[in-house]
């Protein structure tokens, strides 16, 4: 059962942080990873890369440095690929 329910929880929480919305409640983000705090992190900015990795709880990201803000940012995020042709090697080789 405890299997079970670690499984059911880790699959909320990880469709969760990834859901395509961008509800804000500030309040929240002092807490747990929301989609609009995780998003900066898919972000095609190279600047966000190794931002906001928090899987459940925000203090991680700002005990390590890696916080960013959600209302801070002033650009507009865009995500997916810049178009450069990946070695399908190397990519496997990260798996």
Do not use: C
């Not at 700002?62 to 960013?68: A, I, K, N, Q, S």
């Amino acid at each position: 059962m405890t299997f079970a329910s670690l499984t059911v929880s880790s699959i909320i929480q990880n469709d969760w942080m990834h859901m395509n919305i961008t509800w804000r409640s500030n309040w929240l983000e002092w807490i747990i990873v929301t989609p609009r705090y995780h998003h900066i992190h898919y972000s095609d900015d190279p600047q966000y890369y190794t931002k906001n990795l928090g899987s459940l709880f925000t203090v991680w990201d700002r005990l390590f440095g890696t916080y960013v803000n959600p209302d801070k940012v002033t650009t507009n995020l865009s995500f997916g690929t810049t178009g450069e042709k990946e070695n399908t090697l190397r990519m496997v080789a990260r798996v």
